[in-house]
């Protein structure tokens, strides 16, 4: 029997992981490697980073997810939704939820997204969906499923902000994706037209490798099992550490830097390995990755986009310092004040 993952098991340590659980995470993966120990909330904890743990992460043999969430999570999330079932229970949930995500779905979003408007279509779309037996979602799983999905509208304006950032901050960089979405986007910013900038997906996916949102996902052991040489008892919390796997030194070179070429073909740093890149879940689309990936990346490149190609320039009056890390997603302590202006000299605040 190998030993258990290095780091602290005696102390609760719940206190410095609520303060900033980036820091708490990334900087005991630096000292301790892809598996360490903890106690959170009374409860012994291995925490796994990196791409090689994501398959320990999507494997339901050995995490589950009942029984994960801290109950503060838990009642935030409304009780039993997604992120908690397993099995056919999760399997017949999701693919009821995922008929709101269809390709043809995002298509017919998009005009409403481009225009930044929220659509009820899709709940329409799920409330129609039927298992092959005919089942429908019931009204009150739909409440909770809906919970989730307006946290996750907090989530999206979390990646508008730090892409903005990003681009107030690199003049070049914003001039050569305004080029982009000017010469592609004459017809308008339909699904196809985005789908042919290839500078704006490069710097969508380095926003999501980067924006803090969640330092950890949590699943539970459902049996012992050996990662890295250490075991992991049945019973222990597992949290899956997620923007830490972006900063595995093994696949991005200067993780911590921002830069979309890093995805350009020649270098595709994200191709190094299958979990490379997993800003929303590892996995099939059948376990627990987001089922709002694709709706997230085209609403974030509409975003982008509709700012620039109508000029738009922007500077922020109190440039972004610090963070409040308690909140999640982390909020910019300065409010995130801005001087919006065109390219034709007008100017105002927001
Ligand atoms: C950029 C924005 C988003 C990010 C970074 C994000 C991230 C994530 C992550 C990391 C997971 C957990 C994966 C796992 O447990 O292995 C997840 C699950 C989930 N997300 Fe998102 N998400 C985003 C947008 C959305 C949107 C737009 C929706 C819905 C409209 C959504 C709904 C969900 C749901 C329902 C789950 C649970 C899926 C399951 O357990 O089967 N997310 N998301």
């Not at 699943?219 to 222990?236: D, L, N, Y």
């Not at 310092?321 to 995130?336: D, F, H, K, T, V």
Request: with cysteine; aromatic share 10%.
């Amino acid at each position: 029997m190998s030993d258990l993952p290095p780091g602290s098991g005696d102390l609760d340590e719940t206190p410095a992981f609520l303060e900033n659980g980036f820091e708490f995470v990334e900087s005991r993966a630096r000292r301790h490697g892809p598996v360490f120990r903890t106690r959170i909330l009374g409860r012994d904890t291995a925490v796994i980073v990196g791409p090689d743990a994501c398959a320990v992460w999507i494997d339901p043999s050995l995490v589950k997810r009942e029984g994960s969430q801290p109950g503060f999570i838990f009642e935030i999330l409304a009780g039993p939704s997604l992120p908690h079932l397993d099995g056919d229970g999760h399997r017949e949930r999701k693919s009821l939820i995922m008929e709101g995500f269809t390709r043809e779905a995002l298509a017919g979003y998009l005009p409403d997204l481009v225009r930044i408007v929220e659509s009820a279509d899709g709940i329409s779309r799920i409330l129609a969906a039927a298992l092959p037996d005919g089942t429908k979602i019931a009204p009150d799983a739909l409440t909770r499923e809906l919970h989730h999905i307006i946290i996750a509208g907090y989530i999206i304006f979390a990646e508008f902000a730090w892409a903005a950032q990003e681009l107030s901050r690199r003049p070049d960089l914003r001039l050569r994706l305004e080029a982009e979405i000017r010469e592609q986007a004459s017809g308008g910013l339909s699904r196809e037209a985005l789908d042919r900038m290839p500078l704006l997906s490069r710097v969508v996916m380095e926003v999501k490798r980067l924006c803090p949102i969640l330092p950890v996902i949590f699943g539970v052991a459902r049996r012992t099992f050996e990662f890295k040489g250490c075991s992991v008892p049945e019973g222990w919390a597992v949290f899956w550490a997620l923007r830490s796997t972006h900063l595995d030194r093994s696949i991005y070179s200067g993780p911590e830097t921002f830069d979309p070429e890093r995805f350009a073909p020649g270098r595709a740093e994200h191709m190094k390995h299958a979990h490379a890149f997993v800003p929303q879940g590892p996995g099939p689309d059948t376990g627990h990755k987001c089922p709002g990936t694709d709706y997230a990346t085209y609403f974030m490149k509409a975003f982008i986009a509709a700012l620039l190609r109508g000029g738009t320039t922007w500077e922020f009056t109190d440039p972004v310092a610090s963070y409040n890390w308690r909140q999640i997603p982390p909020e910019p302590m300065s409010g995130l004040r801005a001087r919006f202006g065109r390219s034709n000299g007008v100017t105002g605040n927001g």
